[in-house]
């Protein structure tokens, strides 16, 4: 029997969608305001990304050989951009990563354990751009696990229909291992009882994905451009594709609140992961809940000194 898209209104709902089939379709994340703020914001940077020549840019998608970072050449047909590092970005792709809604799901998908953000990246996707191969986000790990150790949302800023590239599930695919990264993919989701569904969606909706559940970007043979944003959510031991305390900019930094921090991986938990010291003497960055005095090669008769720190004892991470 054909399966029926899970959508929810309540995190209630999309919790038992993700238990369930390993996704969920959130309506209404956005309200109008949100989505039109988001919406003008990433469009002017993607134009002024590819008019300063530094967009990510590529005709055929995601994973394709012909990605390149620079200004559109004549003539090309742009099947896909990347808009990399939003929270270097406007203020409002912070604000997102605040909404209630994605800790609900959080904490129950990692079931209480640490997260942060581990990638945070608008995309364009128009016709031309192709399939990607089928994957588990959490294909490295070669267990089947009680749970994810990362989940993606995408944030849908236009509408999603079937042929814009709508990402493809295989609903109840969780709890599977991952799939042979070389083997038919359709073969492989009827093997186990499963059928891929394009995950369409009105703007302002959040797609959601846990890192164990079989997915693929879809082909785009449509007209319109699909507009979304990404944001992956990892376990806090999980290296992240985009390492927030390195990526922020010196000007961003102090901007941020403490809790942006912690959202965006600056706190070590349990001291186990993302301990981050001066880079030179006076540095301000650190964790926000553990501080290194700086410490250069010290050698009798040499010019580098050491720096304590001010006050502050250096405590490990809790
Ligand atoms: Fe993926």
Known sequence: MAHTLAVAHTTDDGKANLDTYGYTVHEDFLSPGELAALRQRLEEQAELERAEGVAVLSGSGH?????????????????????????????????VLHKPVIHDYATHLFRGEAYNAASHNGVFLSSGSSRQVLHADQQAIPLILDRPVMFVMMICLSDFDADMGATLVAPGS??????????????????????????????????????????????????????SIGVAWAQHFIKPQDFFPAVIHDDVYPTLT?????????????EYAGAIGPRWPGDQRS??????????????GGTKRAVPLDGAAAVPGR
């Open 258 to 270: 403490d809790t942006d921090k912690e959202l965006l991986g600056f706190r070590v938990v349990r």
């Open 287 to 300: 964790n926000t809940n553990v501080r290194h005095p700086y410490v250069p090669e010290l050698v009798k």
């Open 63 to 95: 994973a394709a050989s012909d990605k390149y970072i620079g200004a559109p050449k004549p003539n090309e047909r742009i099947g896909y951009q990347e808009v990399r590092h939003l929270p270097n970005k406007g203020r409002v792709f912070l604000d």
């Open 174 to 227: 969780h709890r599977f291992p991952a799939p042979d990264l070389r083997a038919d993919p359709d073969e492989q989701v009827r093997a186990i009882g499963s059928e891929l569904v394009p995950l369409t969606a009105k703007a302002g909706s959040v797609l959601l994905w846990e890192s164990r559940t079989w997915h693929c970007a879809g082909a785009s043979t449509s007209d319109k451009t699909r507009v």
